[in-house]
């Protein structure tokens, strides 16, 4: 069955950097759309980063564009999320997703907590 394990959350203080990692399993990797969403509390879950199935187009959230960079290693199964100069208001839990095509209902994984703190 599909699998997302996500890692690499933890707290940082501002102005550092985390990589997260989504370990994917149980599909054909390369031919999904992968996608980071995070929710805080009481926010609702919103689009961090995320490509499309062929990983020619990547689209980013407003809020990180220029800070985060979304990557994928196809021979491992594996999705990057790459966050630089972390601010405060990028505490959240951090999920992965992967869906047959961009913009549709998919698999999402456990989460990472992200905590950006002094």
């Known amino acids: 069955q599909v699998q997302l394990v996500e890692s690499g959350g933890g707290l940082v203080e501002p102005g550092g950097s985390l990589r997260l990692s989504c370990a994917a399993s149980?599909?054909?990797?390369?031919?999904?759309?992968m996608s980071w969403y995070r929710q805080a509390p009481g926010k609702e879950r919103e689009l961090v980063a995320g490509?499309?199935?062929?990983?020619?187009?990547?689209n980013y959230g407003d809020s990180v564009k220029d800070r985060f960079t979304i990557s994928r290693d196809v021979a491992k199964n594996t999705v990057y999320l790459q966050m630089n100069n972390l601010k405060p208001e990028d505490t959240a839990m951090y999920y992965c997703?992967?869906?047959?095509?961009?913009?549709?209902?998919?698999?999402w994984g456990q989460g990472t907590q992200v905590t950006v703190s002094s």
């Open positions: 997703k992967a869906s047959r095509r961009w913009g549709i209902n998919g698999y």
């Open positions: 149980g599909f054909i990797f390369s031919t999904y759309a």
């Open positions: 490509f499309t199935s062929s990983g020619g187009i990547t």
